[in-house]
């Protein structure tokens, strides 16, 4: 065996020890979360406002600076985009049932929310819960994930279904073409297996968003406006599946085979602390705290950099990912079931030969 995957291997087995060995302190670790767990009315109140209030805000902006000149709308518009971000994390939270205390206002600003971005609330809570409670699980991937297949798959693999992963794992494709087309093209279709309520919820959107899209064509006209909104929801949509990328594929990230799956370790070791510098933990709803947000998604966003100081303080360890790092895990695209590692084409074939 080579020397290298023999040291990993061993790495491995200590982490396994170690995991064991530590279940009271992950125990209390998962209870220390539930006092970060409450709503705040006053905080949720003051988010829209910044958030979804800026966004219209800039939008009534970029009415008035279109008409002079686009080199002034443009700085408007690049801020349109960072806070769309932000909108669509007060969107995520309220389906994960954290960001009022009320459900009929969650569901209600969740609706308004996700018309901003384009996303149909109901078809997004049903399919993001399921990647919650299969997060990291080799055996239940494919619904709400980033395509990734283990060494062993890829080398099975058929020519055209490894070309559709390359193509799917390109860099570009993944944060400039694949954006677009989830949140324009497939949060259109309900999911084959949602209930009802679901599928009819999003066919409902897609008419909401039908008569959004035609007024703001006769506010702005039809080729400003579409220019302006594909421009927003490109670098917008763009930076969420980064952040959604970033937040579990990295090198030494968690998988496990469904027997040997553990929540709390899929969430600590499986879901990154994406530290980013202030600014743009704010544009991003603080989601860099991913780690704590798998624990515990009942956490509200603005809870979420507390929560991650108390437990970090009892010894939670998690994987730090910089902005430098991150963009260093754009090369990793294999799961490697022998070393347990995250890795690239060319590693995968160096393993092999």
């Known amino acids: 065996m080579n020397p290298a995957a023999s040291q990993m291997g061993s790495a491995v087995q200590r982490g396994r020890e170690m995991r064991e060995s530590s279940k009271a302190m992950l125990a209390a670790i998962k209870a220390e979360t539930?006092?970060?767990?409450?709503?705040?009315?006053?905080?949720a109140a003051w988010q829209l406002v910044n958030s979804l209030g800026a966004y219209v805000a800039l939008w009534v902006a970029m009415y008035f600076t279109v008409q002079v000149s686009w080199l002034l709308t443009l700085p408007f518009a690049l801020l349109a985009a960072g806070v769309l971000v932000r909108v669509f994390i007060i969107s995520h939270d309220c389906g994960h049932g954290s960001f009022l205390e009320s459900e009929r206002?969650?569901?209600?600003?969740?609706?308004?929310?996700?018309?901003?971005?384009?996303?149909?609330?109901?078809?997004?809570r049903g399919e993001h819960a399921v990647h919650h409670?299969?997060?990291?699980?080799?055996?239940?991937?494919g619904t709400g994930d980033v395509w990734t297949l283990t060494v062993a798959e890829y080398e099975a693999a058929s020519l055209p279904k490894k070309l559709g992963y390359r193509f799917i794992r390109n860099p570009f494709v993944l944060l400039f073409i694949a954006p677009l087309f989830l949140f324009l093209v497939l949060e259109r279709i309900?999911?084959?297996?949602?209930?009802?309520?679901?599928?009819v919820a999003t066919w409902w959107t897609n008419l909401a968003l039908a008569g959004m899209?035609?007024?703001?064509?006769?506010?702005?006209?039809?080729?400003?406006?579409?220019?302006?909104?594909?421009?927003?929801?490109?670098?917008?949509?763009?930076?969420?599946?980064?952040?959604?990328?970033?937040?579990?594929?990295?090198?030494?990230?968690?998988?496990?085979?469904?027997?040997?799956?553990?929540?709390?370790?899929?969430?600590?070791?499986g879901s990154s602390f994406y530290k980013l510098p202030k600014v743009l933990q704010w544009f991003s709803g603080n989601i860099g705290f991913h780690h704590v947000h798998h624990l515990a998604p009942r956490v509200p966003?603005?809870?979420?950099?507390?929560?991650?100081?108390?437990?970090?303080a009892m010894g939670a360890q998690v994987r730090e990912i910089t902005l430098w790092s991150g963009i260093k895990s754009l090369r990793l695209h294999l799961w490697d079931e022998t070393t347990n590692q995250l890795v690239s084409f060319r590693q995968a074939r160096a393993a092999m030969a």
């Open 34 to 43: 539930l006092r970060f767990q409450q709503s705040h009315a006053g905080k």
């Open 105 to 124: 206002w969650r569901t209600f600003w969740g609706v308004i929310t996700g018309l901003a971005t384009f996303t149909s609330y109901h078809h997004w």
């Open 133 to 141: 409670g299969t997060c990291s699980n080799l055996d239940r991937r």
């Open 190 to 199: 309900p999911r084959k297996s949602a209930p009802r309520l679901e599928r």
């Open 213 to 269: 899209v035609t007024a703001m064509c006769a506010i702005f006209g039809v080729s400003t406006y579409v220019i302006l909104q594909l421009g927003i929801m490109s670098v917008a949509m763009g930076a969420g599946v980064w952040l959604f990328y970033v937040q579990h594929q990295f090198e030494d990230t968690y998988w496990a085979k469904n027997a040997d799956w553990d929540f709390v370790a899929a969430a600590l070791e």
């Open 301 to 312: 966003n603005y809870n979420l950099e507390r929560c991650h100081e108390a437990i970090a």
